[in-house]
């Protein structure tokens, strides 16, 4: 619904979503269809044989790996011989079996994206002295458990991508897979997929639906150093992946371990290290300018790690971005600032062996001006900005057995007001524009406030269900989903003007 009005100079515009309901599809699959399909971990599955191929029940099955804050996980095998490690983190895994009788065997670097699911089917040779066989997993996995197109950036190629910093978002620009950037070596995010337009892809940052309630486009920026691992769903995006027109973008957010771990870092790029092979004279004392850096600066630092020991965990941090530049022909000494501040937390709670809590809140301050140019001067251009944007994830897993899974999730963001002013606080001074050259003059074209939000709550059971000669996956769940948007933007003196070649148009 959208409704428009003028009155005493003045403009409302609001858009809203009533709250949407969404079933998610009741799933019947088989083993060999996807898994508990999960946002933000992954799963080990497999069966154990001995090497006739008779199944092996009892088996005692081990995982160990720095992704697991609480320690090693064990479970043994059913009567079938097979074994199941659902909600994994992202990581690299090492998978232990043993049985009395049998060799052990030891496979290493297992690795678990988000989303993802790793089918190790297992052969134990009879020993009759002691014996470990130990391979590696490191070759690439084919995940058996996908239907869809996915791909996966794993936290080490996530720390090795050049960025623009920005935004969470700028990663899925290295995803390949179809994925188009518009903007390959800017600051904008938008991309589009397989030739969608870039208002219909799902930004999903740590499960929450980022996107912007009129135009699509992502709004929270997030942390761009507190990523774990993204994954790309270009085709056969699920229910539970929401509003799923084009991609999906899922970015998961670190958590905190046994372990301290802490970093920092810093970017400056100074303007005698940029060329400027277009240079346009300036009403400045420079006489001529061509692009120029006055400030940009960008510094961040976190930190994780164990607040109660197998139990509390804690990870944390913060972004501080500071950038002044100008265009050719426009004075560099302008004001024009544009800040993005960051700070994130997030802790993650092992109530008990079954049950695990999640919760992160982020706070994002920020002020983007537009960049004043030959044709759009210093006194016509505007600068939006808000000292508030919380964000909030909060999840609770409960493992009620070995084959059901219960997920409740409630995820936001909501921004009280934006505000939308000229650059030279002028308020009064009608726009001008020459419709000939391009060239506008004099002020701003409106100035106000924006104000808008987006949350969303969602609750899943899983089951796996034995059969007598196939297994089946039930998966049944409901979320809803709710959306607003509203601005009040004033014209200044009430009206604008339009010029062709200096006369009235």
């Not at 301290?260 to 009403?283: E, M, R, T, V």
């Amino acid at each position: 619904m959208s409704m428009a009005t003028a009155r005493t100079g003045r403009q409302w515009y609001s858009v809203s979503s009533v709250a949407g309901l969404t079933l998610l599809v009741l799933t019947l699959a088989s083993l060999s269809s996807e898994v508990h399909a999960q946002v933000l971990t992954g799963n080990i599955i497999g069966t154990v044989t001995d090497d006739s191929g008779a199944v092996l029940p009892g088996v005692t099955v081990t995982l160990n790996s720095r992704a697991l804050p609480a320690g090693p996980l064990s479970t043994t095998t059913n009567e079938r011989g097979q074994y199941r490690f659902m909600q994994l983190n992202p990581g690299t895994y090492t998978l232990t079996t043993t049985l009395a009788g049998f060799s052990t065997y030891e496979e290493r670097d297992l690795r678990v994206v988000v989303s993802g699911s790793v089918e190790r089917v297992v052969v134990l040779k009879l020993a009759s002295v002691a014996e470990t066989i130990t391979v590696s997993g490191q070759a690439p996995i084919v995940d058996p458990q996908k239907v869809g197109v996915t791909a996966n950036l794993t936290q080490e190629v996530v720390e090795e991508l050049p960025s623009r910093r920005q935004s969470v978002a700028s990663y899925v620009k290295w995803a390949g897979g179809g994925v188009a950037p518009q903007d390959p070596s800017g600051y904008s995010a938008n991309v589009s997929v397989m030739g969608s337009g870039t208002g219909e892809n799902s930004i999903l940052y740590n499960g929450i639906m980022s996107n912007t309630p009129s135009g699509g486009g992502y709004w929270a920026q997030g942390d761009v150093d507190a990523i774990e691992e993204v994954q790309v769903v270009t085709l056969g995006a699920s229910a539970e992946y929401q509003v799923a027109q084009g991609a999906v973008f899922n970015l998961a957010v670190k958590q905190g371990t046994n372990s301290w771990k802490f970093d920092a870092q810093g970017h400056w790029y100074p303007d005698a290290l940029q060329s400027k092979p277009i240079k346009l004279p300036c009403n400045c004392d420079l006489g001529s300018t061509g692009y120029s850096i006055e400030r940009l600066h960008e510094y961040s630092g976190h930190a994780g790690g164990p607040l109660v020991k197998d139990r509390l965990w804690f990870f944390g941090g913060g972004m501080y971005t500071e950038r002044a530049e100008s265009n050719p022909g426009v004075d560099p000494r302008l004001p024009r600032t544009q800040i993005e501040h960051t700070a994130i937390g997030r802790v993650t709670w092992q109530v008990s062996e079954r049950l695990k809590l999640s919760q992160m809140l982020e706070n994002e301050w920020y002020a983007f001006p537009s960049l004043p140019s030959v044709t759009r001067p210093f006194e016509t251009v505007t600068n939006l900005g808000s000292n508030k944007l919380p964000v909030y994830a909060s999840e609770a897993n409960w493992t009620r057995s070995s084959n059901t899974l219960i997920v409740i999730r409630a995820t936001g963001w909501f921004n009280p007001q934006d505000y939308v002013k000229p650059l030279s606080g002028d308020t009064t001074t009608s726009f001008r524009l020459d419709q000939s050259t391009g060239i506008a003059c004099c002020g701003v074209q409106s100035f106000g406030w924006q104000q808008r939000g987006r949350h969303g709550q969602i609750g899943k059971i899983s089951h796996y269900i034995h059969g007598s000669s196939i297994d089946h996956n039930v998966s049944v769940g409901i979320q809803f989903e709710e959306a607003s948007e509203s601005q009040q933007m004033a014209t200044p003196g009430g009206v604008q003007y339009s010029d062709l070649r200096g006369a009235p148009d």
